[in-house]
């Protein structure tokens, strides 16, 4: 049918969706990617997270034992505390922006557009939104999202199936060494967690990659519409061409009139040149044409009594150096004077 799209999309097509922000980009390989940079930043910078969290929390305990502090002052109290943990997870969240910045500008390049941010009415009509929401895409997503939550809960509860005997032992560690171990249990987690969401992203890119080749086809009407876009409607081109026919056409009968001569190959080229020495310095080619322009030429010549002279390798060189209106160029000065000079002496003209 003539709807359906089973056309491959074009480059404008492609083009036009960039810049409408319509691309295949997968937010899970994102989130992915800034989760296992997040986990590596921590890794790094354990001790320092560590030890500015420890700091926090010892300087918050021993503000309260110390209730008298008044309502006012909460937040004098609380700012210096907040600032620690945010120094303690700074290197983390700028990590995380990084590794998304990263892994956005690899998936589609670096792209600037502001048509997504622009105001669209269509979105605030219910029956639009009612759509939506049973559209093909949302289902999809709707069913990532339970696969992604029952992943996680299955790998939540088989680490802490293995780990159960770890956490008891806990209790009876002392916290130095506790911290440890507890470390090591999380970073056990943290392993099992990215390496999921990383398998979850690259299958999501791959959807996301034939989601958006799909959306992109076309049908044949559609190719043929942004086809006559870009070249112009056939019947506009035709009558283009003819009127462009009846220009040249009422150009040969004002100038080949006024020619001094007209140099043939000699059926298939014409080139008639004038050379007025008071307007130009040297011949002008007036006129020129080839197959049944060539032969208009050489008739209108007839009828107006301009002379026909053959000369081959003249021809061509002035067919193709020379646009007309243009001058005859040094190189052909003299093969253009001798036939000139042999047209003064045969017919009496003078330049």
């Known amino acids: 049918m003539a709807g359906e799209r089973t056309e491959a999309a074009t480059p404008k ?6 810049q409408k922000g319509q691309i295949a980009r997968s937010q899970d390989l ?14 790094a910078g354990q001790q320092f997270a560590w030890g500015s969290l420890e700091t926090m929390l010892r300087q918050a305990l021993m503000d309260l034992r110390h209730p008298q502090v008044a309502l006012g002052a909460i937040f004098t109290w609380a700012a210096p505390i907040v600032a620690k943990g945010l120094v303690a997870l700074a290197p ?10 990263l892994t956005q500008v690899g998936q589609v390049g670096l792209l600037l557009s502001a048509r997504p941010l622009q105001l669209d009415l269509t979105r605030l009509d219910p029956l639009q939104g009612l759509k939506r929401l ?6 999809v997503e709707l069913t990532k999202g339970l696969l992604k939550c029952a992943l996680m809960s299955f790998i939540l509860y ?3 199936c293995q780990q159960r005997g770890a956490f008891i032992d806990l209790a009876a560690m002392d916290p130095s060494a506790g911290r440890v171990a507890f470390t090591a249990l999380c970073r056990g987690l943290a392993v099992r967690v ?3 969401f990383l398998a979850i992203g690259a299958l999501d890119v791959l959807y996301q990659r034939l989601e958006h080749e799909r959306n992109l086809r076309m049908s044949r009407q559609e190719v043929k519409e942004e086809h006559r876009e870009q070249e112009g409607d056939p019947q506009i081109r035709a009558r283009v061409r003819q009127i462009q026919r009846q220009m040249a056409t009422r150009r040969l009968m004002q100038e080949v009139p006024k020619a001094d001569v007209v140099v043939t190959n000699p059926t298939h080229l014409a080139v008639a040149l004038r050379y007025d020495p008071e307007r130009h310095a040297a011949p002008v080619v007036v006129a020129k044409g080839q197959l049944l322009m060539a032969e208009r030429i050489r008739a209108l ?3 107006h009594h301009v002379p026909v002279v053959q000369n081959v390798p003249l021809a061509r060189a002035l067919y193709r150096q020379v646009e007309v209106g243009h001058a005859v160029p040094e190189a052909l000065y003299r093969a253009v004077a001798e036939v000139l000079a ?10």
């Open 92 to 101: 983390v969240c700028l990590t995380a922006a990084a590794a998304t910045a």
């Open 301 to 303: 010549a007839k009828r």
């Open 134 to 139: 049973v559209a093909r895409r949302t289902l």
């Open 13 to 18: 097509r492609r083009r036009d969706a960039r």
């Open 158 to 160: 088989r680490w802490f």
């Open 30 to 43: 994102t989130a992915a990617v800034a989760l296992a940079a997040s986990f590596v930043a921590l890794l």
């Open 194 to 196: 990215c390496l999921a």
């Open 342 to 351: 042999f047209i003064y002496r045969t017919y009496g003209r003078k330049a």
